[in-house]
């Protein structure tokens, strides 16, 4: 599909220019995971890492799975990637055209869920 909202442009743009984001989105395209998975993978720091995920599900290019409880009682938010894959083109009049493919089986379980609640 073809992105068409400029809001959504700049956050994808920006997602994309920046490397912490990056690893966070490319860890979560395939299978949800805890903040904390994401963090070991990809040797980012917490801080980084939290506020960086905060804003992708700020942006809706993350999306949350489903909450868990850790073995130390927490609450622990396992994200999805919203995209699978994303193209941008720059044109020389300085149009940015910015395509993605959505990451269908994120979403599917995310209705799943959201649907199967009582």
């Known amino acids: ?3 068409t909202n400029q809001k959504i ?4 743009t920006a ?3 920046d490397e912490d984001m990056m690893k966070i989105m490319n860890s979560v395209k ?3 995971k805890s903040l904390r998975s994401i963090m070991i993978e990809r040797n980012i720091a ?4 939290y506020r960086k995920t905060k804003w992708l599900l700020n942006q809706s290019l ?3 799975d489903r909450f868990e409880i850790t073995q130390d009682g927490k609450k622990s938010s396992l994200v999805w ?3 699978r894959s994303i193209a941008v083109k720059y044109e020389q009049d300085g149009t940015i055209f910015v395509e993605a493919e959505e ?3 994120a979403l599917k379980k995310t209705m799943k869920n959201f649907f199967s609640i009582e």
Not at 9 to 12: D, F, R, T, V
Not at 46 to 49: E, S
């Open 81 to 83: 990637s919203a995209l």
């Open 9 to 12: 442009k700049k956050a994808i």
């Open 62 to 64: 993350l999306v949350v």
């Open 30 to 32: 395939d299978e949800s």
């Open 103 to 105: 990451n269908v089986n």
């Open 15 to 17: 997602a994309l220019a």
């Open 46 to 49: 917490y801080t980084t890492a």
């Open 1 to 3: 599909m073809i992105i």
